[in-house]
């Protein structure tokens, strides 16, 4: 009988960065084993250079596509090995050939994905210029999986212990961002709520919908009517299709009374209405989570940290939880 354990994929990101040490350090935790399969999809000689510097005895097992990804031990590293770097490249620094392999790494986890054979991403941190040196020019993740799966509505959902929410918009100017605030988009990024939580295993998921003036515009007290123009419309037809969603509501309020459970997500209209209240709750808990695309993809909420690359010293509680998280959304088998 197959295992219900979901297959998750960890792509190693830069290597010149922490992601080599990270991994090694989140995959000595037996929880892992015990509720999914992870392997790392990168270069076999930096896990086990990793290792090294973290003084840490462990078998980096290389795997290949036609073996099984389900047979991983607790105690050794499964790794579908590209073995692209070369064994000296130096920790910390900017390169072409480190921004190359994390693009091949990521474009392997997708094929992958596409092909069935993993549950879902779980991706440590790329650096920017070094992919853009290596001849792929994205301005990160989110880019890249989207265009290689073909996918065109998505979102950014940070997810903690206590508060998942997913954005609207993000990284724009807060005038634009209300501009960009429609109907459509905003029924749609309901819609990638319901389902991605729905596919997770929880039934009729409580979305909750945040305003974006305060006390959601108090009947038209605060505002010009963006809530009755921009979100009232989207939320009526998505109840109309019966997803148990709430809203507009006042933002000061809502993310108190989503952590404390009576929702499972809230729609944040813009990027600081979503992030503020997850990074109060720490940054070590925050998650950056894909939606939209036709799998999950988790990430650490940090980056490639060169000043402490190859020092064994990075935190790898946020690779942690985004394990956790991607092994708790994978869909139910």
Known sequence: MMSKKPIVGITMGDAAGVGPEIIVKSLQKQEIYENAHPFVIGDAKMLERAAKVLDKEITIKRVNEAESFEDTTFGEIACYDLDILSEDLPFGQVSPEAGHAAFEYLKTAIE???????????????????????????????????????????????????????????????????????????????????????????????????????????????????????????IERATGEGINVEGPLPADTLFFRAQRGDFDIVVAMYHDQGHGPIKVLGLEAGVNITVGLPIIRTSVDHGTAFDIAGTGIADDQSLLEALRQAIELAPEK
């Open 112 to 234: 992958l994905a596409n092909a069935g054979r993993i549950d879902a991403i779980c991706t440590a941190p790329l650096n920017k210029e070094a992919l853009h040196k290596g001849g792929h020019v994205y301005p990160g993740h989110t880019e890249i999986l989207a265009e290689l799966t073909g996918t065109k509505d998505f979102s950014m959902m940070l997810s903690s212990p206590k508060l998942k929410v997913i954005h609207v918009t993000t990284h724009v100017g807060l005038i634009d961002a209300i501009n960009m605030i429609e109907p459509e988009r905003v029924y749609h990024v309901i819609r990638l709520a319901h389902e991605t939580l729905s596919n997770s295993g929880i039934k009729e998921p409580k979305i909750a919908v945040c305003g974006i003036n305060p006390h959601a515009g108090e009947n038209g007290l605060f505002g010009y009517g963006e809530e009755e123009e921009k979100i009232i419309p989207a």
